[in-house]
């Protein structure tokens, strides 16, 4: 059982589905309602609750399921029980007005602490801002919430920029760079870049690499990135050694479209990094023709999300949770964060994520016919499949 209950765009039926889940099941009541059965996990019969002696309730509510949220999802739902709590996720489907539902019926439903996956600010801002208001935890995970009462836990995007440049510097020590930032309106881009700046301008203040071009790229749109990866090409000489990419869409769509019709396939080495490793990045990397991936694990920020709910659910002050600190990005408030260290992955330690889990295995190794000495020694199990097209998007 996954644990998962998706919900229709009507707040009566999510309404429905908590009261259910709450009943600790599927009530006749239930039954005869028109709502599918959804997945539920029952309480833990040995729960210890909170320290009033009330078991607590920690509901979740996706903007949408992902393919991160396949690894978290499971691994929230076997913790959080397994600590003594009850738990309950909802799925918004991209539903705007879903979102802000769910969270308003968790927090009715008597919720100590709600785990959110951001949609649209307009929507949720508000039922977050009254679940605090009424004494409830509330965490977002993969995008900050504008509350200084919330809790985020991500990757590091300094770590992210930090390492990924780190890597595909050793790859390529001497030489032409360019860097492909995101968006310079938001400062996840900002902070990328400057742990990029970190790692590579040592290498550049000492001459052992010429940074020829960095360019911002508004939206993180693939389709520019493009178009500034062939024009940096141009106006030098029709090659660079070496590309620092800021997000996986505009890496796999972007820089190596324009790479791959200049003829340097595989001869430019590549760095992409996003919230999460791509599938598509990691397996690029497997074929190599991208250097560098940087990894953040998805079952890291569900670990590291059951522990805080877990201690909020015994004490709701964010700022005591461990492990959590207060950081300010640029032109935001301070929040209270977890950030994550990622993984800058290459073809000499891809063997860390093939191990991490079979669903990793599956969907970078090559499948049919052999790749040659392309393949890691760790893709060498017995025949493993691709993934399904739903895990491997694009934009």
Known sequence: MSGRIHTSISGRIVRLIVACVLAGGLTAACAASNVSTPETRAPSPTATGTANGQSCLVGTSWWTIAAHLDLEEPLLAQEIPAAGARYVELDAKAAAQDQADQIDQLVTAGAKVIIIEPGVESAYLPAVQRAIKAGVAVISMWQPIEHAATLYIAFDPVEQG????????????????????????????????????????????????????????????????????????????????????????????????????????????????????????????????????????????????????????????????????????????PMRAILLAPVAITKDNISIVINADMYWRQSICPAGPSFGPLVPPACHLGPVPIASASAQSQP
């Open 162 to 333: 930090r390492q990924g440049a780190s890597a595909l510097l050793a790859a390529k020590p001497r030489g032409t760079y360019a860097i492909i930032a995101g968006d310079p309106s938001q400062p996840e881009s900002q902070l990328f870049a400057s742990g990029t700046r970190v790692s590579l301008q040592p290498a550049a203040d000492r001459g052992d690499i010429k940074i020829v071009a960095t360019v911002t790229t508004p939206g993180w749109d693939p389709n520019l990135a493009q178009q500034e990866m062939a024009t940096i090409l141009s106006q030098n000489g029709g090659s660079v050694d070496a590309v620092v990419v800021e997000e996986d869409d505009m890496a796999r769509w972007g820089v190596q479209q324009a790479i791959e019709e200049a003829g340097l396939s595989g001869k430019v080495a590549v760095a992409g990094a996003g919230l999460t490793a791509s599938i598509l990045g990691l397996s690029d990397v497997v074929h190599g023709t991208q250097s560098v991936e940087v990894w953040g694990n998805p079952e890291r920020t569900a670990h590291a999300a059951a522990q805080a709910a877990i201690e909020l659910c015994h004490d709701p002050d964010i700022t005591k949770v461990a492990g959590s600190a207060s950081v300010t990005w640029p032109g935001r408030d």
